[in-house]
T-cell receptor, first 113, second 111 residues
Framework: DAKTTQPPSMDCAEGRAANLPCNHSTISGNEYVYWYRQIHSQGPQYIIHGLKNNETNEMASLIITEDRKSSTLILPHATLRDTAVYYC??????????????FGKGTLLTVNP | DTEVTQTPKHLVMGMTNKKSLKCEQH?????MYWYKQKAKKPPELMFV???????INESVPSRFSPECPNSSLLNLHLHALQPEDSALYLCASSHQTDTQYFGPGTRLTVL
């Protein structure tokens, strides 16, 4: 699976949009971009994933660049409860070896009052 | 419903004890996983079960023994652990290789 690069930490004011970047310059054509987050001492929570097109759900939006070498997770109105480590993971969705999720170090997002 | 449950929430054990961690899901997922997470580190895959058969073992020491008695249950049997095995143990499940959903974890302390 392709490696990802994320900033180690970011701050965001409560109520503002949080934009979390991820670089995945070696991504392959069949690899999806997944985002998970982990609130302190809890299990990782799935947020969103996409292949080429931008995606939106009730939690967030995912913007993937046209060359697919980077992406941005957008939390439109951050709250204090969004403080967590956010992981960007790229993974192919088919094939026996692709059960594996390889977590990087992630970005610690701190939402401030 | 995307709930994966894990018991116990916390476990303290001695190095000579035998204990088990349990994981359950009722989403009809046929792939189940164990991950280990040390403090301030990302989760690392330990085992994958697919259709109740062990599919991946990431070179985990034999003192960790997984078991999948049926499609809804996953156990991790622990024996002769070391203090460095203290960690958060996470269970996850997925529909084949699709999105994985994680449980809350079991916080294990080995004395």
């Amino acid at each position: 699976d392709a490696k990802t690069t994320q900033p180690p930490s970011m701050d965001c004011a409560e109520g503002r949009a949080a934009n979390l970047p991820c670089n995945h310059s070696t991504i392959s054509g069949n690899e999806y971009v997944y985002w998970y987050r982990q609130i302190h001492s809890q299990g990782p929570q799935y947020i969103i994933h996409g292949l080429k097109n931008n995606e939106t759900n009730e939690m967030a939006s995912l913007i993937i660049t046209e060359d697919r070498k980077s992406s941005t997770l957008i939390l439109p109105h951050a709250t204090l409860r969004d403080t967590a480590v956010y992981y960007c993971i790229v993974r192919a969705d088919s094939g026996g070896s692709n059960y594996k999720l390889t977590f990087g170090k992630g970005t610690l997002l701190t939402v401030n009052p | 419903d995307t709930e994966v449950t894990q018991t116990p929430k916390h476990l303290v054990m001695g190095m000579t004890n035998k204990k088990s961690l349990k994981c359950e899901q009722h989403m009809g997922h046929r792939a189940m996983y164990w991950y280990k997470q040390k403090a301030k580190k990302p989760p690392e895959l330990m085992f994958v079960y697919s259709y109740e058969k062990l599919s991946i073992n990431e070179s985990v020491p034999s003192r960790f023994s997984p078991e999948c008695p049926n499609s809804s249950l996953l156990n991790l049997h622990l024996h002769a652990l070391q203090p460095e095995d203290s960690a958060l143990y996470l269970c996850a499940s997925s529909h084949q290789t699709d999105t994985q959903y994680f449980g809350p974890g079991t916080r294990l302390t080995v004395l």
